[in-house]
């Protein structure tokens, strides 16, 4: 005969244990967290913050991180991604961009892609309309064509503005420059202000902060990016990542945001991971896969950022004279929600007011920017 004072007390004690058990899986379960790049013009707030809207309306985190991205894409005073990005050393915009899929595990991406403003939306079409990962230049072009998508010229004022900028700044071994005056060429301690003389007579209307960046970027090259990673409470992810690519680079170039593996990747049973800054250098680290990995063996997200940046630096063995021009940034989002960026130095210049950041939105709260971790510190 069944004992019914055992399973009568059992079943009291149970019930009674049963709102902490509840608590302790509410609080197992993955929290909705949304992590991007920064970006200037708040845009990777704003990225999160749409992001995280979608997966509050119980969106696909595919969905959600592509909608965030495409409002840093479609923005034409983000020089790094998409519509007005800085181009080629021709003057014409190509854009890289490469998505993964979580639930699905699939992933797609598109490389030197010309004339198309959102090419975070075509390399989702590579992944669920083909049976490739990655199409590139006029193939690219032409799948986007018959995907439906609009032909633009990307190329700002202010992008051809800082196009010519460059142009004029460069100078062959004697000083010598065809799109200057040519053999009454300023000497080089005079050049800068020549080169934006001539800008300005060509852009009357131009601000002299737009003068300066164009001037900064001539001589620095910049490479800009940005990079979201999704989970949503079910503890689903997906990650993307969007950029022009380095300014004035020879055409048909591209750096590590549409290789998977390298400026992104994402395994939904650890968590994923992008970069933003110099593409060579987080290629010859395998970047986001490195990043990843490092979270799948134990570390915690910004040491698995760390690390991998510590395999950069070890590529210029430590030599910070030589690193000192680089910018490379990791971000990285874990299953549980833990997140962290990090960057190789911990501002962009001696001059800069800010450090690196990066942008975070958790569980529907706030979207803002927080401090990312660094590897050296600029003196
Ligand atoms: N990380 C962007 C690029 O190097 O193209």
Redesign the pocket.
């Known amino acids: 005969m069944k004992d019914t004072t055992f399973t009568r007390r059992a079943a009291i004690l149970g019930a009674a244990a049963l709102p902490a058990i509840r608590n302790a899986a509410a609080q197992a379960r993955p929290r909705a967290v949304v992590i991007s790049s920064a970006n200037r013009n708040n845009g990777g707030v704003n990225c999160c913050a749409k992001a995280m809207e979608i997966l509050k309306a119980g969106g696909d985190t595919l969905d959600a991180v592509i909608a965030g991205v495409n409002i840093v894409e479609l923005d034409p005073r983000d020089s790094s991604v998409g519509y007005g990005g800085l181009p080629n050393e021709e003057g014409v915009v190509e854009l ?1 961009s490469s998505c993964m899929h979580g639930p699905s595990r699939r992933g797609g991406a598109v490389g030197a892609l010309r004339n198309i403003k959102t090419p975070s939306k075509v390399a989702r079409m590579v992944m669920e309309q083909t049976d490739h990962m990655m199409l590139v230049g006029e193939g690219a072009l032409r799948f986007a064509r018959a995907m439906g998508f609009k032909e633009e010229d990307l190329l700002t004022e202010e992008s051809r503005l800082q196009w010519l900028t460059w142009k004029k700044s460069l100078r062959d071994g004697s000083g010598h420059n065809n799109w200057g005056p040519g053999i009454d060429a300023p000497p080089s301690e005079q050049r800068k202000a020549a080169v934006l003389r001539e800008i300005k007579e060509m852009f009357p209307n131009a601000s002299e902060e737009l003068l300066a960046e164009a001037w900064e970027n001539a001589i620095h090259p910049p ?1 800009g ?1 940005i990079n979201c990673i999704a989970l949503n409470e079910k503890g689903e992810m997906s990650a993307v990542t969007t ?1 022009s ?2 300014a004035w680079k020879i055409p048909g170039r591209v ?3 549409p290789i998977v593996g390298g ?1 992104l990747w994402l395994d939904q049973d650890v968590g994923g991971a992008g ?6 250098e ?1 290629l010859r680290v395998c970047g986001a896969h490195t990043v990843v990995e490092n979270m799948r063996h134990g570390m915690a997200p910004k040491d698995a950022c760390l690390d991998a940046l510590k395999r950069v630096s070890r590529n210029f063995n430590d030599d910070l004279k030589r690193l000192e021009p680089i910018d490379l940034n990791f971000y990285a989002l874990r299953k549980d929600g833990e997140c962290a960026g990090a960057a190789l130095w911990n501002k962009a210049s001696v001059n800069a007011t800010r450090g690196a950041q990066f942008a975070v939105c958790r569980d529907g709260g706030e979207s803002r920017q927080e401090n990312s971790v660094f590897l050296y510190e600029r003196k």
């Open positions: 890289d490479h990016t950029t690519g380095l750096g590590d945001s400026g970069s933003t800054g110099r593409g060579e987080n």
